[in-house]
């Protein structure tokens, strides 16, 4: 949403007519004169949308290692919305095995995690969504408690 506010939005810059979208993305090294990676390297990052980029330096970017899950959860539960879940769960709500959390956008890319990581340590976890596919998602194949469809 941000990219599309005239200016941006306070985080992110706004698109300019006829640049690429940006977005988290996971790409694959052609050539390197960066001290730390070579060719063959896949990379996460903040990057266009395009098939081959040219950068100035790494800033911004971090191995993925293949070998350990697939790329593309370097941009999912790897990534941002995971860490964000992690983060604002466990450092921020501090919960306790017992309590109850209720989870709002449950069913987006970091509440759906949210609630996942919430149900391994022993809450009870309510999410809430804004349709019936996602209550069932959330439901059957997360393990939510409960889940409420606000529409």
Excluded: C, H
């Excluded at 640049?19 to 990676?37: D, L, N, Q, R």
């Excluded at 060719?39 to 790494?58: F, I, N, R």
């Excluded at 790329?71 to 306790?96: C, H, N, W, Y």
Aim: net charge positive; proline share 4%.
């Amino acid at each position: 949403r941000g990219l599309i506010r005239a200016g941006g939005s306070g985080y992110i810059n706004g698109l300019q007519a006829g640049t690429p979208m940006v977005s988290g993305a996971v790409a694959k090294v052609i050539e390197s004169k960066v001290s730390g990676f070579a060719e063959g390297d896949t990379v996460q990052g903040y990057l266009p949308w395009q098939e081959v980029q040219s950068l100035q330096g790494a800033k911004g970017l971090r191995k993925v290692d293949p070998s350990l899950a697939p790329v593309s959860t370097s941009v999912g539960v790897l990534g941002m919305p995971g860490l964000s879940a992690f983060f604002g769960l466990i450092e921020v709500g501090q919960p306790k095995a017992g309590e109850t959390l209720v989870v709002s956008a449950a069913g987006g890319a970091v509440g759906s995690v949210v609630g996942q990581i919430g149900k391994i340590l022993g809450l009870r976890v309510v999410g809430i969504a804004g349709s019936d596919q996602k209550v069932a998602l959330l439901s059957e194949k997360y393990g939510f408690d409960a889940v409420v469809n606000y529409k």
